[in-house]
């Protein structure tokens, strides 16, 4: 006899949604011992609902959710009283990036609604959220509560989240973390300073053609800013004990100038040639010592220290040794100390973002077996 059916919501249908509908596409038709039906596929103004919970149609979802005249329920009011009124498990995947949706969670969870999600904002902002996340679900402890798990939060679909949270259940002990978390600067100075050859470039120009490639955000200074590392250290930082209130209570380098953070994004581009300077007499002190600059995150447990910032790292290294825009994370633990254990790979990416939300949910589908 199969398990009784599974209800999927999705939230956010952009560049990650888009990569993710067919992940479950593919996951509805190869999973057997369940029914999985997809009943809303919501942006910001329109979205798809099946609101007998019958499961909509994926086969032509992107063209049926752009002829929709239907706007989606509000959120969270509505959306949460139609999924409490559904006739099963209910997952809801959030695909955006919104500090308001990840606010209201706690309400999901606690009426038993499991999230999927690679949003970093609800866990990476204040510590009280993080808290009522977790008291609220059903790993933290609430024997009614939703399951909910972010790995894509950190890394996209590189097993960090699993990897931290592993060490930490087993017993170990998060002794350090350091390593290069975002795929825009592992590019940036991947290229800006290559661990082998040269590269005669200046920082500026590496920018706007890493921006015209799609490699930064729209406005590149939401990178630049160093916020995006910051909230995935925070994230981690968190997971290893520490408790840190917020995303901007440690030390970050910014790479935008004082003089350039406001005005438009042109604007910045315009700008930043004139700063290339310093970043070229740091790149020189580098070479100096055989050692070529990275832009990473670093958590010492010990001595409750974080930090985001530019080093300098010898070459042959891990981190100094990166390629192209991946990511790698060294772990130190009292069972990995002088050699850590480290995850390397794509660490963004629509398609391997979508991978670390379909795994996720597969997590959530094998847990209510």
Known sequence: MSASPVFVAIIGAGTVGSSFIPQLQNLIKNTTNRAIFPILIARSSKCLVSRDYTGLDLNNWSADLSASTITPPTFPNETLKWLKSAPGEVVLVDNTSSLEIA?????????????????????????????????????????????????????????????????????????????????????????????????????????????????????????????????????????????????????????????????????????????????????????????????????????????????????????????GSDNVISFFTERYGANPLVVQGAGAGAEVTAMGITADLIRVLERLN
């Open 103 to 323: 606010q209201s969670y706690p309400a999901f969870l606690s009426a038993g609604i499991h999230i999927v999600t690679p949003n970093k904002k609800g866990v990476s902002d204040s510590l009280e959220l993080w808290d009522n996340i977790f008291n609220s679900a059903r790993q933290g402890g609430n024997a009614t509560g939703g399951y909910f798990y972010h790995e894509a939060s950190c890394g996209a679909g590189l097993p960090i989240i699993n990897t931290i949270t592993d060490l930490v259940k087993t017993g170990d002990k998060i002794k350090k973390v350091e390593g290069v978390f975002s795929g825009t600067m592992s590019f940036l100075f991947n290229t800006f300073h290559p661990a082998s050859g040269t590269c005669d470039e200046k920082f500026s120009a590496i920018v706007d053609k890493a921006k015209a490639a799609g490699y930064t955000e729209p406005d590149p200074r939401d990178d630049l800013n160093g916020l995006d590392v910051a909230r995935k250290l925070t994230i981690l930082a968190r997971l290893s004990g520490l408790k840190v209130p917020n995303p901007t209570s440690f030390p970050i380098e910014s790479l935008v100038p004082a003089e350039l953070e406001a005005g438009s994004a042109s604007d910045f581009m315009a700008g930043l040639p004139k700063f290339d300077s310093a970043i070229e007499e740091r790149k020189a002190a580098a070479e100096k010592e055989n050692k070529v600059l990275r832009f990473v995150g670093k958590l010492d447990v010990d001595k409750n220290q974080v930090s985001v910032g530019i080093e300098a790292f010898e070459r042959g290294t891990a981190i100094a040794s990166l390629r």
